[in-house]
């Protein structure tokens, strides 16, 4: 391949257009987490496995998905009414391990959605705006805000990100991704409809992150939200409409060796 730190702002945008059509098809799903919500066809039982699934998306694919497939093993296949009939103690000590996550985090996870669930037909409820607020960052801050009402141990919180404090929340932006755009591919489930799809920010990890800044794209040395914000900024020059397309095209790059 070229060498990609030459192209004009044009010439980016036109490559990734074109691996935007190559990676996000259906053939994407059966080697992505995205694979495990795609089990189920009820609204909240997708959206569980979909939060609980981008919570613990660090680390190989491969390992993320094994992981996912215990847990819904754990949920006996019926995600929604897994929740709503959780009680502390329905978990044995050794439940449930991915990397840091553990069981008492899992507790945690579960009796938040529980609360939310028992308020709200839909965990979309968490991430509204109060008026004058507007932004995806916002809303992260927001949702955030009531999930951690539920009792919890401090260690937990640091799988719930804050951009307030400058993290990138890649897995918050890639569940939300896969709940609100609406995806004529049909890899992102667009489920939820008070969040428009221009708000959406890329999920960035080390894969987006790299490409981006070998295209120009972010400028800045740490994946953090306001190297976040440059990269958005670029993307939505590219599609005002529908920016987090590329999140596709970065990733893909990224993972295929395209790049290297």
């Given at each position: ?227 976040l914000e440059e990269l958005m900024e670029n993307l939505r020059k590219m599609d005002e409409s529908d920016p987090c397309k590329y999140d596709f095209a970065l990733f893909g790059l990224g993972v295929s060796g395209e790049m290297k």
């Amino acid at each position: 391949m070229e060498d990609l730190s030459k192209l004009k702002f044009s010439e980016i945008a036109d490559l990734l257009n074109v691996k935007v059509e190559q990676f996000n098809t259906v053939d994407f799903i059966k080697d992505d987490p995205v694979l495990l919500p795609h089990r189920f066809r009820k609204k909240q039982d997708i959206e569980i496995i979909g939060f609980i699934v981008a919570l613990i998306a660090w680390g190989k694919r491969k390992m993320i998905i094994d992981n996912g497939n215990k847990l819904i093993e754990i949920m006996d296949h019926a995600p929604f009414d897994y929740v709503m009939n959780y009680e502390t103690g329905m978990l044995s000590e050794k439940a449930f391990v991915h990397r840091t996550f553990n069981t008492d985090d899992l507790d945690f996870i579960l009796r938040a959605l529980k609360d939310c669930y028992t308020k709200n037909d839909s965990l979309e409820a968490w991430f509204a705006l109060n008026p004058n607020e507007s932004g995806v960052k916002q809303r992260i801050i927001n949702f955030r805000k009531a999930f951690m009402e539920t009792p919890h141990e401090k260690r937990s919180e640091k799988h719930i990100a804050n951009p307030e404090k400058g993290s990138a929340s890649k897995r918050l932006n890639m569940f939300l991704r896969w709940m609100v755009r609406k995806d004529e591919k049909g890899v992102d489930f667009g489920i939820w409809n008070s969040i428009e799809m221009n708000e959406l920010y890329v999920p960035l990890d080390v894969h987006t992150g790299n490409v981006a800044r070998t295209l120009g794209l972010i400028t800045r040395k740490q994946d953090d939200w306001k190297a976040l914000e440059e990269l958005m900024e670029n993307l939505r020059k590219m599609d005002e409409s529908d920016p987090c397309k590329y999140d596709f095209a970065l990733f893909g790059l990224g993972v295929s060796g395209e790049m290297k």
